[in-house]
C-alpha cells in the first residue's frame, strides 16, 4: 500500500507560478514511477507528466510541455510538479499517482492516487 498526499494549490493570477507537492508514505516509494493528472470541471481527468523511478526520465503531454516540470526527491519520498505561466485553462484538480509496472499515462494503469489539490488561476 502506498498512501499519497497532495499539496500546494491554490489561488493564483493568470501568468503566475505554483508548485504542487506530492509525499508518499507507506510501501518503497523508489519502486514506483510517479504521474500527475488533473481534472477540470465538467471535463475527463487528463494525464499531464510522468517520472521515472529514479528520475532519470521524465514525460510530458504536449499541452503542458515547456511549462510544466516534474520532479522527485526518492530521500524525501516526494514528486513534485512545477507549474509556470499558468492560465484560467488550467484551473483544475491535480492529482499524484503511482504506478509499480511501468512508465505509463493511462490512469487503469496507475495503482494508487492522492485525494488530489485545487488550482485555481483567475484571469
Known amino acids: 500500500q502506498v498512501q499519497l498526499l497532495e499539496s500546494g494549490g491554490g489561488l493564483v493570477q493568470a501568468g503566475g507560478s505554483l508548485r504542487l507537492s506530492c509525499a508518499a508514505s507507506?510501501?518503497?516509494?523508489?519502486?514506483?514511477?510517479m504521474g500527475w493528472f488533473r481534472q477540470a470541471p465538467g471535463k475527463e481527468r487528463e494525464f499531464l507528466a510522468h517520472i521515472s523511478r529514479g528520475g532519470e526520465f521524465a514525460d510530458y503531454a504536449d499541452y503542458v510541455k515547456g511549462r510544466f516540470i516534474i520532479s522527485r526527491d526518492n530521500n524525501k519520498n516526494t514528486v513534485y510538479l512545477h507549474l509556470d505561466n499558468l492560465g484560467p485553462e488550467d484551473t483544475a484538480v491535480y492529482y499524484c499517482?503511482?504506478?509499480?509496472?511501468?512508465?505509463?499515462?493511462?490512469?487503469?494503469?496507475?495503482?494508487?492516487w492522492g485525494q488530489g489539490t485545487q488550482v485555481t488561476v483567475s484571469s
Open positions: 507507506g510501501r518503497s516509494f523508489g519502486d514506483y514511477h
Open positions: 499517482a503511482a504506478a509499480l509496472r511501468g512508465l505509463v499515462r493511462a490512469e487503469s494503469e496507475y495503482d494508487y
